[in-house]
């Protein structure tokens, strides 16, 4: 049976409305959404519907349990997928100040440019990291819908779009940014588009 995945980055959080600091961002903070994420996560319910969407599961952080809220109103939803978790491969160790969103997108192209190297970042390697992907989609080629969505983290699913295309394109993931990825039931996968705006 064909299938098709969406992943969905988390609406805009807390943390992000904060700036990119040391004490605004620790890793261990289970960040809800600030009210533009909100807003995000309802304007991405009605495309997932139209493409036909019929489950909905998340990782088992708040703000992706939040992101996915407006369309679990509408579709069977589970949120205890922690494989789905923030992978979060960098610690930021700068002095207590404001940093700009396009600072925090130079780590995390950092971070991966180690990773693709076959350097492992904060002790985590890019195998560690496949195997935990990979186990991820076998669970989703397992479930009866075989069109689901996916409400995750911008690093794991950049990270596993670019595994799965087999090249590095690098790009940033948006908040509520969708990822179309299909399978052919026999473990094979296809990224179809990838960290499109719900509104186009």
Request: charged share 30%.
């Amino acid at each position: 049976m064909r299938r098709s995945y969406f992943f969905v980055r988390h609406g805009r959080a807390v943390y992000q409305e904060r700036g990119f600091r040391r004490d605004a961002h620790p890793p261990e903070t289970d960040w809800p959404l600030a009210p533009t994420g909100h807003a995000q996560a309802r304007d991405v319910v009605a495309p997932l519907l139209r493409a036909g969407v019929m489950r909905v599961v998340s990782s088992e952080l708040e703000r992706a349990k939040q992101t996915a809220a407006p369309l679990a109103a509408h579709l069977p939803y589970e949120h205890r997928w922690s494989a789905l978790n923030e992978i979060a491969p960098w610690t930021l160790r700068e002095p207590l100040r404001r940093r700009p969103e396009w600072w925090h997108g130079l780590r995390v192209a950092a971070a991966m440019r180690r990773h693709l190297r076959g350097q492992p970042v904060r002790g985590v390697k890019l195998a560690e990291l496949e195997g935990r992907m990979r186990g991820v989609l076998a669970e989703l080629d397992a479930l009866d819908e075989p069109r689901v969505a996916v409400v995750g983290h911008g690093y794991w699913i950049l990270l596993c779009a670019m595994l799965l295309r087999g090249e590095p394109r690098k790009r940033w993931v948006d908040n509520c940014s969708i990822t179309r990825v299909d399978a052919d039931g026999a473990g094979r996968y296809r990224v179809v588009s990838f960290a499109r705006s719900p509104l186009h």
